[in-house]
């Protein structure tokens, strides 16, 4: 009887354990709730009367810590007594175990004479002078970190283990599951945390959804921060599942890719000054009109030059009048070469190499009515080879956002996005972006079978006969990946990527409701979102296809789907509006020159340049701000990777404070460069420079002398193809 007695009471002991831990927990959901509106409206608005998916409850045993049951199959959420000792020893492992990825800066070859390469690369050698690094850096030696992120937020338990532990600057959590979160709401303290982050200046962002659409929130994250990822970020995973689990291997397998690009000044200098030269000089840019019914439908050959093309060309000889054709880049070269007139010639690149390729035409008429597709920032030397352009505004670029809010006759030209690294990602998001449904890709191999020789078609004399190299830069095929059509293909990251946005444009414009048939008869690497197929396989369902009248859709481009703007150089240059720029340059000297007695102070005044860099402003701001933030932060990167590179804080502290110098003497002459717009077009830039060297002297930094001019063609040769005809086998 008084084991009964005793059973029972330790019944009722629980179930009053269990009302006073609800009600402690509901006061903890609203206190929480107030703490988001105050700190992050957008969470609380999210979860204030969240419905959860599926249904659980919350359970303590007696040590008195909640855990999660799921009610659908009574499974816990920690298999364990006590999940605050669990989360604890989780946290002191995780820690304990972290080592360091020596990541290691290199200088930067500059091939046109750019500030930014300068001060990157007098950062890098001060750097490695002052500053030899340690091996078998873990995190203890430091107790700090750059930038965590945290997958899985579970109960939240381990959130405030870690923060005991170690400091961090950037906390990113990202918990795929939004019932998990709501119910962290209920048993962790995230009023205390808030209010500790705001006191400590720890920038907080947390990232919700699917694989998908955490993908560009990731690439938004890490551009945003960057410079967090010199050393290394500090991954916890907080528990496994298939969501989790599928992000951690988006991780692995493609952020590494996404946030490479770090778009630096002088590029867009080049490139704004360029986009002025095509308004100036009446280019045609693209409008945002539908394209006509009567051609969204056509079927459009996007070629690029890769060896697998050769296999191709019979196809595309004898269909060429039945589809609308795009040369990538140095396919015009193979396609002149086999008899086939493009109607499109897509470039990507602003740089005036690309002018030399097509001096390759020996017949100048072949371009009278090939249309140039390209982003605003093409080299005049480029534009000046087509009579006819179709140009769209570069929306990752400062220039076309900013043009768009000032100028209300730039709101009618088209955007395009995804258009890089390689001139066949101009070519799909061209065709994409102009309206075009049916796109079939040929020669846009991205690297090449292992068992073949040449990385382009035998029929480029480019890469042949003229010599052009083709054998390293973004051309470097260092990696093993799935092919097309089964078997293995060599290939590299500049490719990797190419692949990958290409897949990515297809993929977004199906989310945004509109399907892209995309058939891919490259033999190359495995394109997402695309069909494999056979060229052969083909013929029999253009032998159907009528023969398109290229006349009449040439007119329809040239004179309704594209159009000039009517702007004056005058009024351009206005609105550059260069002492705006120079106050953003000089806001930002001042955080730099912002005292630190640690390194975790140094990385939160750093982020706070970042904060002010990406803060939401005024449009002007905005736009002055995105010019230098690539090159800025690409030298701070060094900075917080030498502040790790050593667990001697005093001499890290030292040079970082030397090498923010170098950051400031950066925007000090940023600003006299600035001043040269809307005329700094690359290559011509050099007219600015009479000494012959890149800028002026610093006291961290001497001027390097400017590069010799890259000439690609490197052989003569003598090209029996002197007048352009049309074959059809």
């Known amino acids: 009887m008084q084991t009964d007695s005793l059973e029972r009471q330790r019944a009722e002991d629980l179930i009053a354990i269990q009302h006073q831990m609800k009600s402690v927990l509901n006061e903890n959901f609203k206190k929480n709730i107030v703490a988001f509106e105050k700190y992050k409206p957008e969470i609380a608005c999210k979860f204030k009367n969240y419905q959860p998916k599926r249904a659980f409850d919350f359970f303590c045993t007696e040590n008195g810590t909640p855990n999660l049951i799921y009610?659908?199959?009574?499974?816990?959420?920690?298999?364990?007594?006590?999940?605050?000792?669990?989360?604890?020893?989780?946290?002191?492992?995780?820690?304990?175990?972290?080592?360091?990825?020596?990541?290691?800066?290199?200088?930067?070859?500059?091939?046109?004479?750019?500030?930014?390469?300068?001060?990157?690369?007098?950062?890098?050698?001060?750097?490695?002078?002052?500053?030899?690094?340690?091996?078998n850096l873990n995190l203890e030696d430091f107790a700090s970190i750059p930038c965590c992120i945290m997958l899985g937020v579970g109960l939240g338990y381990q959130i405030a283990e870690v923060f005991k532990r170690i400091e961090i600057a950037n906390f990113l959590l990202i918990e795929p599951d939004s019932d998990m979160f709501f119910a962290s709401l209920f048993t962790f303290e995230w009023s205390d945390i808030l209010d500790y982050f705001s006191s400590e200046n720890v920038s907080l962002d947390i990232l919700f959804d699917d694989k998908n659409t955490i993908l560009v929130k990731l690439d938004e994250y890490k551009r945003k921060y960057v410079f967090s990822f010199a050393t290394d970020y500090f991954p916890y995973v907080h528990y496994n599942n298939k969501k989790i689990d599928a992000i951690i291997d988006l991780i692995n397998g493609k952020f590494d890719i996404l946030a490479t690009e770090n778009g630096f000044f002088d590029d867009y200098l080049f490139g704004m000054s360029h986009a002025c030269y095509s308004i100036t000089h009446k280019k045609h840019f693209v409008l945002k009109t539908k394209l006509c019914s009567e051609y969204q439908n056509l079927p459009v050959f996007v070629i690029g030059s890769g060896p697998s093309l050769d296999n191709d060309l019979p196809f595309i000889r004898k269909n060429q009048d039945k589809a609308i054709i795009i040369a990538c880049g140095t396919a015009l070269d193979v396609l002149y070469h086999s008899g086939i007139k493009p109607d499109f010639y897509a470039c990507t690149e602003r740089i005036p190499e690309v002018s030399q390729g097509l001096s390759t035409i020996s017949d100048k008429s072949f371009f009278d009515d090939i249309i140039l597709l390209s982003g605003d920032v093409a080299h005049p030397k480029t534009t000046a080879y087509f009579k006819h352009t179709a140009l769209f505004g570069k929306?990752?670029?400062?220039?076309?956002?900013?043009?768009?809010?000032?100028?209300?006759?730039?709101?009618?030209?088209?955007?395009?996005?995804?258009?890089?690294?390689?001139?066949?990602?101009?070519?799909?998001?061209?065709?994409?972006?102009?309206?075009?449904?049916?796109?079939?890709?040929?020669?846009?191999?991205?690297?090449?079978?292992?068992?073949?020789?040449?990385?382009?078609?035998?029929?480029?004399?480019?890469?042949?006969?003229?010599?052009?190299?083709?054998?390293?830069?973004?051309?470097?095929?260092?990696?093993?990946?799935?092919?097309?059509?089964?078997?293995?293909?060599?290939?590299?990251?500049?490719?990797?990527?190419?692949?990958?946005?290409?897949?990515?444009?297809?993929?977004?414009?199906?989310?945004?409701?509109?399907?892209?048939?995309?058939?891919?008869?490259?033999?190359?690497?495995?394109?997402?979102?695309?069909?494999?197929?056979?060229?052969?396989?083909?013929?029999?369902?253009?032998?159907?296809?009528?023969?398109?009248?290229?006349?009449?859709?040439?007119?329809?481009?040239?004179?309704?789907?594209?159009?000039?703007?009517?702007?004056?150089?005058?009024?351009?240059?206005?609105?550059?509006?260069?002492?705006?720029?120079?106050?953003?340059?000089?806001?930002?000297?001042?955080?730099?020159?912002?005292?630190?007695?640690?390194?975790?102070?140094?990385?939160?005044?750093?982020?706070?340049?970042?904060?002010?860099?990406?803060?939401?402003?005024?449009?002007?701001?905005?736009?002055?701000?995105?010019?230098?933030?690539?090159?800025?932060?690409?030298?701070?990167?060094?900075?917080?990777?030498?502040?790790?590179?050593?667990?001697?804080?005093?001499?890290?502290?030292?040079?970082?404070?030397?090498?923010?110098?170098?950051?400031?003497?950066?925007?000090?002459?940023?600003?006299?460069?600035?001043?040269?717009?809307?005329?700094?077009?690359?290559?011509?830039?050099?007219?600015?420079?009479?000494?012959?060297?890149?800028?002026?002297?610093?006291?961290?930094?001497?001027?390097?002398?400017?590069?010799?001019?890259?000439?690609?063609?490197?052989?003569?040769?003598?090209?029996?193809?002197r007048i352009f005809k049309k074959l059809y086998k």
């Open 71 to 135: 009610l659908d199959n009574n499974e816990f959420l920690y298999k364990t007594e006590d999940p605050r000792k669990f989360c604890e020893e989780q946290a002191i492992g995780i820690i304990r175990n972290f080592d360091f990825y020596k990541a290691d800066f290199e200088n930067q070859n500059d091939p046109y004479g750019q500030i930014t390469f300068k001060y990157y690369n007098a950062a890098i050698n001060y750097a490695k002078k002052q500053c030899i690094e340690a091996n």
């Open 395 to 721: 929306a990752d670029e400062p220039l076309y956002t900013y043009l768009s809010k000032c100028l209300s006759q730039f709101k009618k030209i088209m955007y395009i996005q995804l258009m890089t690294p390689l001139v066949g990602n101009m070519g799909v998001t061209g065709a994409i972006y102009f309206g075009f449904k049916n796109l079939y890709l040929f020669g846009l191999d991205n690297g090449k079978k292992v068992d073949y020789d040449k990385i382009h078609s035998k029929y480029s004399t480019l890469y042949n006969e003229r010599g052009a190299n083709d054998t390293n830069g973004i051309y470097q095929t260092n990696e093993i990946t799935e092919g097309n059509f089964g078997g293995l293909c060599k290939t590299g990251k500049y490719f990797r990527k190419s692949a990958l946005n290409m897949g990515t444009i297809i993929a977004l414009e199906e989310q945004n409701g509109r399907h892209i048939n995309c058939t891919n008869c490259s033999d190359g690497i495995k394109i997402e979102y695309t069909i494999p197929k056979h060229s052969e396989e083909l013929n029999e369902d253009f032998a159907k296809f009528p023969i398109i009248d290229k006349n009449k859709f040439f007119k329809y481009v040239t004179l309704e789907k594209t159009a000039t703007i009517d702007i004056s150089p005058n009024l351009l240059t206005t609105l550059f509006l260069k002492d705006d720029f120079d106050k953003v340059c000089m806001n930002i000297i001042k955080l730099i020159q912002t005292p630190f007695s640690s390194r975790i102070e140094c990385v939160k005044n750093i982020s706070k340049i970042a904060e002010y860099i990406n803060m939401q402003n005024q449009y002007v701001d905005e736009f002055h701000k995105a010019l230098i933030s690539g090159s800025i932060k690409s030298i701070i990167a060094i900075i917080i990777k030498t502040l790790y590179s050593h667990p001697n804080e005093n001499m890290v502290l030292n040079t970082a404070k030397e090498l923010l110098e170098i950051a400031k003497e950066f925007l000090e002459e940023a600003m006299d460069l600035y001043g040269l717009l809307p005329n700094y077009i690359l290559e011509e830039h050099r007219k600015y420079y009479k000494n012959g060297k890149v800028g002026k002297d610093t006291s961290h930094c001497r001027a390097p002398v400017f590069p010799k001019k890259n000439n690609i063609i490197r052989n003569n040769y003598d090209d029996p193809i």
